[in-house]
Antibody
Framework: QLQLQESGPGLVKPSETLSLTCTVS??????????WGWIRQPPGKGLEWIGS???????YYNPSLKSRVTISVDTSKNQFSLKLSSVTAADTAVYYC???????WGQGTLVTVSS | DVVMTQSPLSLPVTLGQPASISCRSS???????????LNWFQQRPGQSPRRLIY???NRDSGVPDRFSGSGSGTDFTLKISRVEAEDVGVYYC???????????FGPGTKVDIK
């Protein structure tokens, strides 16, 4: 059974960079034709797709976040990562990682932006 | 950009009764490959979203058959034939036809029990 697990700091200061990692178990990131993505959900609000990456490194980002987002993949660790720069309070959210078709999701991790 | 809308945004339902959620897209969701990539997700309180339906009408593994999806082009519907207590949560539609470059979610419909 495929499992995804987000990890990273739960508190980030304004103007700094948010960094999260998603570890995939029960399957290989590079052995399938899926993209792997990040989605976020501000408290009490809806879902927003952040971006996706293929194991080869090909990426697509939400245009609204593109200037601040970098998603990378480490196939040797079966992980992919999210970096979001210059964060503000508006970036406070639960961040989820998911497989491309969004058929498998991690449990989510709350990241709060606050000084 | 494709905009997804849902109605209603809040849906109080009676246990055992049917429920229906509408999802509309600002552009056709028919892909050049002939498929329509419209998915439905359920998010129970405190849980991660779970995909229920993919490509308009295909139920994911383990999804009860009281859930069904239909529609075409720009208009889609999720129906619950008989609402159970475990169906309480927020339901989102999402388009994948225009990915790349973007996946777009609807605003969500909150289903609760009257």
């Amino acid at each position: 059974q495929l499992q995804l697990q987000e990890s990273g700091p739960g508190l980030v200061k304004p103007s700094e960079t948010l960094s999260l990692t998603c570890t995939v178990s029960g399957g290989s990131i590079s052995s399938s034709s899926y993209y792997w993505g990040w989605i976020r959900q501000p408290p009490g609000k809806g879902l927003e797709w952040i971006g996706s990456i293929y194991y080869s490194g090909s990426t697509y980002y939400n245009p609204s976040l593109k200037s601040r987002v970098t998603i990378s993949v480490d196939t040797s660790k079966n992980q992919f990562s999210l970096k979001l720069s210059s964060v503000t309070a508006a970036d406070t959210a639960v961040y989820y990682c998911a497989r491309g078709g969004l058929d498998y999701w991690g449990q989510g991790t709350l990241v709060t932006v606050s000084s | 950009d494709v905009v997804m809308t849902q109605s209603p945004l809040s849906l109080p339902v009676t246990l055992g009764q049917p429920a229906s959620i509408s999802c509309r897209s600002s552009q056709s969701l028919v892909h050049s490959d002939g498929n329509t990539y419209l998915n439905w997700f359920q998010q129970r309180p405190g849980q991660s979203p779970r995909r229920l339906i993919y490509k308009v009408s295909n139920r994911d593994s383990g999804v009860p058959d009281r859930f069904s999806g239909s529609g075409s082009g720009t208009d889609f519907t999720l129906k619950i034939s008989r609402v159970e207590a475990e169906d309480v949560g927020v339901y989102y539609c999402m388009q994948g036809t225009h990915w790349p470059p973007i996946l777009t979610f609807g605003p969500g419909t909150k289903v609760d029990i009257k």
